[in-house]
């Protein structure tokens, strides 16, 4: 419960102090650089660039070796996105996986599961959160990363043992 409450916390805190009296942003850090902020006071480094907009984190991962986090920014919202390893054809795919995606997005308090359809008729799959980044502190963006690394690295274990990955 702690946790909880800290990220909450955090992102009242941040919403709060990021509006002025009279009700407009302050001018803290925008987009990116409030992004790499929060990385640098977690002691994260920045792995990889994606243009001006976008950086991605890597984390450790026992079955993938690296789950890699891509964080992309407009001036207030950020979007963390994390993908699983597993690709399926679209047109066999397990209506179990579908429903597992489907209870998981209800029960998920930061990410929802998206697939995502190529061209060539392959299905990946992605979590991706919004987020205010005026609202978030370094717990929370921790937080938000970390539980998505974990999700995604659950959802993998379970295509494993389906003989899916």
Known sequence: MGLFNEVVKGFVNGFVAGVTDNGSVSQSPCGLAAIEQLCRELGWSVDERV????????FRDPL????????TCGESIASVSTFSAATLS???MPQE??????????ELTTAAWRVL???????SFALAYCAFI???????FKYICETQVKEANAFDTKMKAAGLL
């Open 51 to 58: 243009g001006e907009h976008g950086i991605v984190l890597h």
């Open 64 to 71: 993938v070796n690296v789950r890699k986090v891509l964080v």
């Open 90 to 92: 679209s047109s066999r």
């Open 97 to 106: 996986v579908l429903g597992y995606l489907l209870v998981r997005n209800h």
């Open 117 to 123: 359809a190529s061209d060539d008729g392959s299905a």
């Open 134 to 140: 005026g609202g978030m502190n370094a717990a929370t």
